[in-house]
T-cell receptor, first 116, second 114 residues
Framework: EADIYQTPRYLVIGTGKKITLECSQTMGHDKMYWYQQDPGMELHLIHYSYGVNSTEKGDLSSESTVSRIRTEHFPLTLESARPSHTSQYLC???????????????FGEGSWLTVV | KNQVEQSPQSLIILEGKNCTLQCNYTVSPFSNLRWYKQDTGRGPVSLTIMTFSENTKSNGRYTATLDADTKQSSLHITASQLSDSASYICVVSDRGSTLGRLYFGRGTQLTVWP
């Protein structure tokens, strides 16, 4: 079982509100990721981190921001939510991958965000 | 363009039957290929991961194959159970960057009927 946790699991908020999605892992992984997934569609990387104080934007443009102050914690923040932000957000973590082998990426259960 | 295509998009089978899901990719340079199972409303769970030199890998009733020459993979499920109903996602990683960028397929939605 993966030791990666996301809160809240489900959230409905009004337009313009600020929201932070929490993600924590207890596996000591250096790499952490945030993905966005709409129903029936593929996952899109929106943010990732190699370690503490390291954050990068992913492939999909996102108005969200992230921080990595501690290894185990990788929160995602939307300063002003809009209906277009309605989606499922998945947090993941992994160990550092070697060039010739893969490693397992562990996903959290996801946070379903609805902006009304 | 690096892409991952899965087929069929959806599949319905009867409990106890076998099925095979397909994944074709154009990701290059190739690093590894993973199959994930995602239950509705949950996060994906890893089933298998295969590198370039591996042709087949099993995890219980799940057997994945990889043909790196034709850039094809399959996931075979034996003696299906109701709990196998889920989306099965093929994920291919490149080795062109430190991150090992992941390319996700849209998944095959499998429904197992009693």
């Amino acid at each position: 079982e993966a030791d990666i946790y996301q809160t809240p699991r489900y959230l409905v908020i009004g337009t313009g509100k600020k929201i932070t999605l929490e993600c924590s892992q207890t596996m000591g992984h250096d790499k952490m990721y945030w993905y966005q997934q709409d129903p029936g569609m593929e996952l899109h990387l929106i943010h990732y981190s190699y370690g503490v104080n390291s954050t990068e934007k992913g492939d999909l443009s996102s108005e969200s921001t992230v921080s990595r102050i501690r290894t185990e914690h990788f929160p995602l923040t939307l300063e002003s939510a809009r209906p277009s932000h309605t989606s499922q957000y998945l947090c993941a973590s992994s160990e550092t991958q070697t060039r010739t082998s893969g490693n397992t990426i562990y996903f959290g259960e996801g946070s379903w965000l609805t902006v009304v | 363009k690096n892409q991952v295509e899965q087929s069929p998009q959806s599949l319905i089978i009867l409990e106890g039957k076998n099925c095979t899901l397909q994944c074709n990719y154009t990701v290059s340079p190739f690093s590894n290929l993973r199959w994930y199972k995602q239950d509705t409303g949950r996060g994906p769970v890893s089933l298998t991961i295969m590198t370039f030199s591996e042709n087949t890998k099993s995890n219980g009733r799940y057997t994945a194959t990889l043909d790196a020459d034709t850039k094809q993979s399959s996931l075979h499920i034996t003696a299906s159970q109701l709990s196998d109903s889920a989306s099965y996602i093929c994920v291919v990683s490149d080795r062109g960057s430190t991150l090992g960028r992941l390319y996700f397929g849209r998944g095959t939605q499998l429904t197992v009927w009693p």
